[in-house]
């Protein structure tokens, strides 16, 4: 993998600004085309993709299909929608005094912006991203991950046989590298990774005043009550923790379940990953490895420190960076599993006699990007809902609500800011500026609000500014 020369990251910068500056990007049918451009890429060499990621990651072909492919699908979505995302918007409710001022939120594209993807999901968490802006309107620079070299090795060379280079251009590197970028000014950066680098990344952007999205990584919970099917529980559970082993951003981090439920749980568990690989997930096809050495001893490290009771066992091969799914219970708050995100196959089992109990221990741990909760439930649904939380709260399936675009999908406090999916990820790459065209002919109406100030016209300011009070005060004691 090539490196991209420092002194070339600059340049690359300046072009982009100045593409952007010449309104190349504005059109629709340019973005639209772009668009179309990208689609064709991952479509053209969809086999190349699907072996570059089995190569980096052991990425079986269906999850590749599923979970990364599917940004051409976003692109041509996006084609689709993008008028209705570019339109401007009318408020409702006006004022009558402002009924005639004509007024509309327009959407502006940012200008040149920064992605920085990571290694676990690098197309659809760099390209995906690539959609929004794109659409916007914007011109940007994609910086892909180091730590999956055969991807970023494919991309390098297929990505200019497609996309305009005046406007769009991959960087390669590491630590340098995103140094060198992180010192210029960009107009918006979106950045995927863990919260460590997070602060990193926003305290370069301050310095710019640089607005930022951060997708960051969560500790993110399962809650399980008594009114499920605990087979069909531990089957989707099982299937979300397993995709890319566990090396996901909302993967289960842990399960807090009733007590009386637990080794039912766990039996239930086993069972589907017994289904899942009949012959153990190191010899299936269908698992993946660790992405490299230094996350295979980390994961190592976290399973020798921590003080649970393994009722899954799985096997730990360093020479193939494979750890299957392992699964401990009696796991305690201060345990080392509950330090950091796990990011791996390793599953903790935490039993609890409530579901107070259970969102007491959720709201132990910083805010994850999503909430899990399995349970038939309505009343239980509404209490977790209302008493945590999250970017999203998905009820009884983990890992598939990253297919809908429907809804936004971002981070609360520890787990980022800003969101993406569809139309609310081309929001950031745009400015929602407000116009209003003030007419000539409302003159008579400002009259008041000239020099010398009158006693009337500071009344009647007065009764505008504050109105009367829709509800009684009461005694804040």
């Known amino acids: 993998m090539e490196y991209t020369p420092l002194s070339s ?15 190349k990007t504005r059109s629709l049918e340019y973005r639209k085309q772009q668009l179309a451009q990208l689609a064709h890429m991952l479509k053209e060499n969809a086999e190349d993709i699907r072996k570059a990621l089995l190569e980096d990651l052991g990425k079986p072909y269906l999850e590749s299909n599923l979970a990364e492919l599917c940004v051409a699908g976003a692109a041509v979505n996006a084609i689709s929608k993008l008028d209705d995302w570019v339109a401007p918007e009318f408020p409702k409710d006006v004022h009558p005094f402002h009924a005639n001022w004509n007024m509309q939120l327009l959407k502006q594209p940012r200008g040149a912006v920064l992605i ?3 290694w676990n999901y690098p197309l659809v968490l760099t390209l995906g991203i690539l959609v929004g802006a794109i659409g916007a309107g914007c011109t940007a620079a994609i910086k892909l991950s180091e730590l999956s070299p055969s991807f970023a090795t494919l991309m390098t060379r297929i990505f200019p046989l497609y996309m305009d280079q005046s406007a769009y251009r991959i960087i390669n590197g590491a630590v340098p590298e995103v140094t060198e970028v992180l010192k210029l000014q ?3 950066i979106f950045y995927t990774g863990n919260a460590n680098v997070g602060r990193i990344i926003a305290t370069a952007a301050a310095k710019h005043l640089t607005p930022i999205c951060l997708e960051l990584g969560s500790k993110t919970p399962v809650i399980v009550d008594s009114t499920v099917d605990m087979k069909v529980t531990a089957k989707r559970v099982a299937w979300g923790k397993c995709q890319a082993a566990g090396q996901v951003c909302v993967s289960a981090d842990y399960v807090v379940i009733l007590r009386e439920k637990q080794d039912e749980f766990v039996s239930a568990y086993k069972e589907a990953l017994d289904s899942f690989y009949p012959e153990g997930a190191s010899k299936s096809p269908s698992y993946s490895k660790i992405v490299n050495i230094n996350h295979f001893r980390r994961l190592k490290s976290l399973l020798e420190r921590q003080t649970g009771k393994i009722v ?18 009696d796991v305690k708050r201060e345990d080392a599993l509950f330090q950091d995100e796990i990011f791996g196959p390793l599953l903790p089992v935490v039993a609890v006699d409530s579901i107070d109990e259970a969102i007491a221990f959720v ?26 939380l999250s970017g999203r709260i998905v009820y009884n399936d983990t890992f598939s609500h990253l297919g809908v675009f429907e809804l936004p999908f971002g981070g609360v406090g520890e787990s980022g800011y800003g969101y993406q999916m569809g139309r609310y990820l081309f929001n950031n790459f745009v400015v929602q500026r407000g116009s209003m065209d003030i ?39």
């Open 186 to 188: 960009w107009d918006f």
């Open 363 to 388: 709201n132990d741990l910083p805010n994850p990007l999503t909430t899990h909760l399995f349970s038939n439930d309505e009343e239980t649904k509404k209490k977790v809902a209302e008493n945590t």
């Open 312 to 329: 899954v066992p799985g096997n730990v091969i360093e020479s193939e960076l494979m750890i299957e799914p392992i699964v401990m219970v």
């Open 116 to 118: 920085i993807g990571p």
């Open 9 to 23: 990251i600059p340049k690359i910068r300046d072009e982009l600004k100045r593409t952007f500056a010449s309104g």
């Open 439 to 477: 007419p000539f002919e409302a003159e008579p109406m400002f009259a008041g609000r000239y020099p010398p100030y009158s006693a009337e016209a500071a009344a009647f300011f007065g009764q505008m500014s504050m109105p009367d009070v829709p509800i009684a005060k009461i005694d804040p004691a």
